[in-house]
């Protein structure tokens, strides 16, 4: 299982401690970049799911093709 936890800088050091003493625990950094591209497709896939349960409305892909 794969869990990401944001937690502030200043208490970080602290929590990477105990999880890295605990042998079965594999700890790695994300980015700044990369946390951000991850909550950008989470909230892709809420809205994704909005669309198909008909409580939020599609844009055309004219639309948004246009916008580039």
Avoid: N
Avoid at 25 to 38: G, H, I, Q, R, W
């Amino acid at each position: 299982m794969k869990i990401l936890l944001d937690i502030p800088d200043r208490k970080a050091s602290s929590i990477l401690e105990v999880l890295r003493s605990i042998s079965y625990v594999k700890t790695s950094k994300l980015t700044d970049t990369k946390a951000e591209l991850m909550q950008e497709i989470r909230e892709a896939v809420v809205q994704m799911k909005q669309v198909k349960k008909g409580r939020l409305k599609a844009r055309p892909v004219e639309d948004i093709l246009h916008e580039l």
